[in-house]
C-alpha cells in the first residue's frame, strides 16, 4: 500500500473514492470477461480515520453495491460462509479416503502385470498391454453389457423402492405419530 506510506496520501475523501472506484471497475470488467475478481480494502486508521476519507469509503459502498453479483461481506459474514465448507470437510476426507484412494490404487496397479502371489515387489510395468489385452478379449462386449444391464435395473429398483417407501409415509393415511409406533422402543 504505497499510498499509505507516503506522504501526501489521500487528501480528501474524493482522491480516495475515485482511487477505490477505479480499481474496482477495472477488476469487475475483468470479471465480466470471465475472469471474476477479489477486491480487498485494507482499512488502517492511516488509511479511512479521518472523516474526509471515511466519507470516501462510504461513496464507495454506496457505488459498488449498484453492481449485480458484488458481495460485500464483513469478516463475520466471511467467517460464516466458510463454515458451512468446514461442517462437511471430515465426510469429503472420509470419502477421499474410501473411495477416492483405492479408484487412484487400481488405476495405478492396472499399468502393472502382478505375480499371482499378490507380491506386489514382485510386479512389472506393463503399461498399456493390460487394457488393450482386455479390450481385444472375447468377453470383453459380453460381460460390458452385463454390467450396464446390472447397473441399470439396480439404480431403477433402488429409486422405485425409496418412492415408494417415500409417498407411503408422506400418504394422508399414514401419519408421523403411527410410524413412530412401530419402531421398537429399546427401553421395553
Known sequence: MTCASSPAGFDNGEEY??????????????????????????????????PGRF???????????????????????IARHWADYLYI????????????????????????NTPPSLAMADKTYVGLDNYSRILGSDSFREVTINTLI????????????????????????VRPQHAARAVPDPHW
Not at 472506484?21 to 492511516?46: I, N, T
Not at 446390472?150 to 393415511?173: C, E, H, K, P
Open 17 to 50: 473514492f475515485q482511487f477505490l472506484k477505479d480499481s474496482f471497475d477495472c477488476l469487475y470488467a475483468e470479471g465480466q470477461a470471465g475472469s471474476p475478481k477479489m477486491m480487498s480494502l485494507g482499512l488502517h486508521c492511516r488509511l479511512v480515520g479521518q
Open 150 to 173: 446390472w447397473t441399470v435395473f439396480s439404480t431403477v429398483f433402488a429409486f422405485i423402492l425409496g418412492l415408494g417407501a417415500a409417498l407411503s409415509l408422506n400418504s394422508y393415511f
Open 89 to 112: 470437510l471430515p465426510a469429503f476426507v472420509v470419502m477421499l479416503l474410501v473411495i477416492g484412494y483405492p479408484i487412484y490404487d487400481t488405476v495405478y496397479l492396472s499399468f502393472f
Open 55 to 77: 466519507q470516501g469509503l462510504k461513496k464507495f459502498v454506496d457505488y459498488i453495491r449498484t453492481f449485480d453479483k458484488v458481495w460485500v461481506p464483513t469478516r463475520l459474514d
